[in-house]
């Protein structure tokens, strides 16, 4: 039996470690918050306190890398203003894959925000930030060039407690008439099931919606469905730069069908602001 560990689980790895686990694989789930270690356990994976770096001698880092497959699902968590541990992290986890004598296939989940904008359409081989600017696309390129990862750059993730809309309530928006990149929880975990079950290694796949409406409508839908007060949009004072993310490449080479392939059916919770 293929055993696969995730670091780390939260919004979209705790749900993806039950699915695997319902694929028939033993799963590893990582997390730094003491909380989620019996949620972790109750999706049916073996559950692991993790801290990059770590914090101890006890942290349990080299068992959590014995394992076939290792997802890397990290959020870079940026902040206006503040640096980001991204690269840190990447950098003390690629030591300890390193003094492992058997390291693990790996997939990096990423983003699409590593791609320029171009105000047209873009693939897995159009130009990308520079590693020096950009900590995602650092670690993309170090964990390609020692490990072999395969990437998913991720859309804007939505689903569940996640609406675009739910940010934009009564607010002024001038971005109206940008087509969005989203994609659905739901589709995520499909495109990342289809990677491991085909066993891609070094690949680089998209993982957006392959409808792109524009932010307004989107907005108004979900404020409609929701009974939410709808933003006021104006004309930006400048153009404002996008990009159109293409996902042909997943569906060409990994036979993906998409459970949401238009944002403007995506499904949510019913309540989305109870909490």
């Known amino acids: 039996m293929q055993t696969i560990s995730i670091l780390s689980c939260g919004w979209l790895g705790m749900p993806l470690a039950g699915r695997l686990v319902q694929e028939g694989y033993r799963v590893k789930g990582a ?3 003491p909380e989620k270690l019996a949620q972790i356990e109750a999706q049916g994976a073996a559950a692991y306190l993790v801290n990059l770096p770590a914090q101890d001698a006890n942290d349990p880092i080299n068992e959590l890398l014995d394992c076939d497959l290792l997802i890397i699902n990290i959020p870079p968590q940026r902040r206006s203003g503040l640096p980001s541990a991204h690269g840190e992290h990447i950098d003390y986890l690629a030591e300890k894959m390193r003094q492992k004598a058997r390291t693990p296939q790996v997939i990096y989940v990423s983003s699409t925000s590593v791609y320029r904008d171009t105000n047209g359409e873009v693939t897995e081989t159009s130009a990308l930030n520079s590693p020096e600017e950009d900590v995602i696309v650092y670690a993309e390129q170090l964990l390609q060039r020692e490990f072999g990862a395969a990437i998913l750059r ?11 809309g739910k940010y ?3 607010r002024t928006v001038d971005t109206g008439e ?7 929880q739901a589709d995520v975990i499909g495109l990342l099931l289809a990677m491991v079950r085909k066993g891609i290694t070094r690949e680089v796949y998209n993982a957006v919606a392959p409808l792109h409406p524009t932010r307004r409508e989107i907005y108004l839908a979900n404020a409609a469905k ?4 709808p933003p006021v949009f104006t004309s930006p004072a400048q153009p404002i730069p996008f990009k159109i993310v293409s996902s042909d490449k997943a569906i060409r080479e990994l ?4 459970i949401f392939p238009d944002p403007m059916q995506f499904t949510y919770v019913s309540n989305p602001l109870k909490r």
């Open 31 to 33: 997390t730094r918050t």
């Open 154 to 164: 991720c859309g804007g993730l939505m689903g569940q407690d996640r609406i675009p």
């Open 168 to 170: 934009f309530i009564g």
């Open 178 to 184: 940008i087509p969005v990149n989203f994609i659905h």
């Open 226 to 229: 929701f009974g939410w007060q």
């Open 255 to 258: 036979g993906y069908e998409f």
